[in-house]
């Protein structure tokens, strides 16, 4: 019995081939994309963390008579902690809103019986929109008459 070889590339091989590469480029390019899209959504939370953050270190650093008394309020006379998009380093407005309210904590659940303008409750709260969708970051802190 005579077999013989085949030897050579066909045209089938080629096809078959370029098919193959193209469907792992294309895998490889989605991949890649959602790898960068998801850098820049965890920089933009990042950042929003970092400015609520540094509100926070700020107010626990102003003195307590300074805040407002007993109702829940907004902190007016302080221009750093003021309602209002983040301004950066450069002087530049940031995709960032801040709200930032005190309450006095016996107008809180935890707080209700205790004696008040001892303890106030700082409140955080950072904006933003990524990927279409309206985001927000809040953080709360308690500030105490002695600090």
Do not use: C, H, W
Not at 5 to 15: F, H, L, R, V, Y
């Amino acid at each position: 019995m005579n077999l013989s070889s085949e030897k050579g590339i066909t045209i089938i091989d080629i096809i078959l081939s370029v098919i193959l590469i193209s469907i792992f480029i294309t895998i490889i390019t989605v991949i890649s994309g959602n790898i960068e899209k998801n850098n820049g959504n965890i920089q933009r939370d990042n950042e929003a963390l970092y400015y609520a953050i540094d509100t926070i270190e700020t107010v626990k650093g102003i003195d307590f008579t300074i805040l407002p008394k007993l109702g829940t309020q907004k902190i007016q006379n302080i221009p750093k902690l003021s309602d209002g998009y983040i301004i950066d380093e450069d002087g530049e407005n940031t995709p960032y809103y801040r709200t930032v309210t005190v309450q006095d904590y016996t107008e809180t659940e935890e707080g209700k019986g205790k004696e008040p303008e001892i303890l106030k409750k700082i409140t955080v709260e950072i904006q933003y929109r990524q990927d279409n969708k309206d985001r927000k970051i809040t953080l709360s802190t308690i500030k105490t008459k002695g600090d």
